[in-house]
């Protein structure tokens, strides 16, 4: 099994940044490939915000292209978000995502991003 610890959130102004980290344990760490975040508004379903594959392969949400970057530590086993330019539509609670080579998918508990215009 896999666990999923966030951190970073918080309250930030319009224009500020953010890094949000996502650890992850457990007894399976190998079969990992995809790590991401998705954020969920109020009223609103979840959606992607980016995500990375084991080999460094990226893929953003047109929304942030450009102003978030996603990495990933494999040593660690841990992946970053780092959040720049931020907008009050960026809030939402961001959760971080792990996906196995079969498909089976993990969440972690969701950290609150709250952006301040």
């Known amino acids: 099994q896999v666990q999923l610890v966030e951190s970073g959130g918080g309250l930030v102004q319009a224009g500020g940044s953010l890094r949000l980290s996502c650890a992850a344990s457990?007894?399976?760490?190998?079969?990992?490939?995809?790590m991401g975040w998705y954020r969920q508004a109020p009223g609103k379903q979840r959606e992607l915000v980016a995500t990375?594959?084991?080999?460094?392969?990226?893929n953003y949400a047109d929304s942030v292209k450009g102003r978030f970057t996603i990495s990933r530590d494999n040593a660690k086993n841990t992946v970053y978000l780092q959040m720049n330019s931020l907008k009050p539509d960026d809030t939402a609670v961001y959760y971080c995502?792990?996906?196995?080579?079969?498909?089976?998918?993990?969440w972690g508990q969701g950290t609150q991003v709250t952006v301040s215009s």
């Open positions: 990375v594959t084991k080999r460094g392969s990226t």
């Open positions: 457990g007894s399976i760490l190998s079969v990992i490939n995809s």
């Open positions: 995502n792990a996906e196995s080579y079969m498909g089976a998918s993990t």
